[in-house]
């Protein structure tokens, strides 16, 4: 569902650039607004969230899905913790869809996706696993790197029980919202993935914009 | 797929419990719902390092599929093969659902403590998985998206989901052969999208055997050439070992 916001980048607290290959860290209070904003189109943002205050929580692929009923996120779409509260709400969204099926990249699932060979290649996980090894203090590691949103991307699930990545439904100056119901940790891998359409096999940076 | 007909060991795992050990690479692990209706909860984990596990979007998309059956393989994080579906009597198995927690349980099919019924208490997924995760050291942080062998959810068109009642039948079986070393934690507590109007209690009969030799044109490595690679991984991995 399309629906536009009614915030001006303006009057927003913080805007920071995350470069393609770059990872995203910041703890969002409960009743802000956060807009990733895919500023040159085709752009996948691979985010994580987590409960700012005890990390075992974070955000649950299966169980936001199920408890929406519906494999794509959008406008409306209420993001469910592993423990099956309420962390987020996309409050605006005008791409119209959102995966969050797909994973992300990995060094490990680029040798099985593409080619063995390919194992060096920046990837998703990389970007998080040293995003949490250079804040210790989080207390995260591997073991809390689980099931991600993939914002931007478009990844059709068919009636027969078929899945397919498709071409990126965004484009440039477009962008989803979402206002935190806790306080959570954002973390975001701005994709470097240069083996797939979903980046138009030119990852692109991503602006990050908060308002209070 | 099977190295003898007679299985190693064979057991009853009652409706609504849980359960885990490890299996061993090369052998089968057989599950079979034996009255109808099951739903098995499974998440899977490498003993020597458990911070490999099932990764469900790599199974997805690697395998271009929303549904599990036979010739598919389930990858791990790692990006290699932990089990191959070698045998599955329905076309159709979910992994996107997650699984069923207390409150849930509670507000579909009411609430009966151990106090209440005993043995019969209304367990979840949820803590099932964790009570069997705490045997390996495990917890909340490795919980992951997991199977749910026997039960099926679709979509339409615009992605919403709809939980197919009287998939399952008595009899109906999955092998899953094993290609490395792995824990198995499984519960039979209810499919959550599962609108029985009773808390669904089925069990599993599950038996092993030992697996015959994977040969270069098994229907599970040949698949796809991303199972081709999966399996070319796991080999790697196990390269050092006799």
């Known amino acids: ?212 | 797929m099977l190295h003898s007909a007679a299985p190693l060991y064979d057991d009853l795992i009652p409706g609504g419990s849980h359960w885990s050990f490890i299996m061993r690479r090369g052998h089968v692990l057989r599950l079979i719902d034996e009255t109808g209706g099951a739903n098995v909860g499974m998440l899977m984990y490498n003993p020597e390092n458990p911070l490999e596990r099932y990764n469900m979007p790599d199974t997805l998309k690697n395998q271009h599929t929303f549904l599990l059956t036979k010739g598919h393989v389930l990858l791990s994080d790692m990006g290699r093969v932990m089990a191959s579906i070698v045998r599955d009597d329905l076309g159709w198995h979910d992994t996107v659902s997650g699984t069923c927690n207390a409150e849930l349980v509670e507000t579909r099919w009411g609430r009966k403590t151990y106090q209440d019924a005993h043995n019969h208490y209304h367990r979840n997924g949820f803590t099932s998985f964790l009570n069997e995760l705490a045997k390996y050291g495990l917890g909340k942080k490795d919980l992951t998206a997991n199977l749910n062998w026997f039960s099926k959810v679709k979509t339409d068109d615009e992605g919403n989901m709809a939980y197919v009642s009287d998939h399952s039948h008595a009899g109906a079986t999955v092998d899953l052969r094993f290609e490395m070393d792995t824990i198995v934690v499984l519960h039979t507590c209810p499919h959550p999208l599962s609108p029985a109007e009773q808390y669904p209690s089925h069990p599993l009969r599950y038996q092993l055997f030992k697996a015959a030799p994977v040969t270069d044109a098994d229907p599970c490595k040949t698949s796809s050439p991303e199972a081709t690679r999966a399996f070319a991984n796991t080999a790697l991995y196990h390269l050092m070992q006799a």
Request: aromatic residues 8%; charged residues 20%; glycine residues 6%.
């Open chain 1, 1 to 212: 569902m399309i629906k536009a916001s009614t915030l001006h980048p303006e009057t927003a607290a913080f805007r920071e650039t995350v470069p393609a290959g770059e990872y995203f860290l910041k703890v969002v209070k409960a009743g802000e607004t956060i807009r990733i904003l895919d500023r040159e189109g085709n752009q996948a943002a691979d985010t994580l969230f987590y409960n700012a205050h005890n990390p075992t929580e974070r955000y649950s692929a299966v169980d936001t899905i199920r408890a929406q009923g519906n494999v794509y996120l959008t406008a409306g779409s209420k993001l469910m913790s592993s423990e099956n509260n309420l962390m987020l709400e996309i409050t605006a969204d005008t791409c119209g869809r959102h995966d969050t099926l797909g994973g992300a990249c990995a060094a490990e699932s680029n040798t099985t996706r593409y080619a063995l060979e390919k194992k060096c290649m920046h990837a998703c996980r990389d970007s998080w696993l040293v995003a949490v090894t250079e804040h210790e203090e989080l207390g995260l590691s591997k073991r809390d790197i689980t099931h991600n949103i993939n914002f931007f991307m478009n990844v059709p699930v068919t009636a027969d029980g078929g899945l397919t990545f498709a071409d990126g439904i965004s484009d440039a100056g477009k962008y989803v919202e979402l206002k935190a119901a806790m306080d959570v940790l954002v973390m975001i891998s701005n994709c470097p993935q240069l083996n797939n359409p979903c980046n138009g096999w030119n990852p692109t940076p991503i602006e990050v914009l908060v308002w209070n």
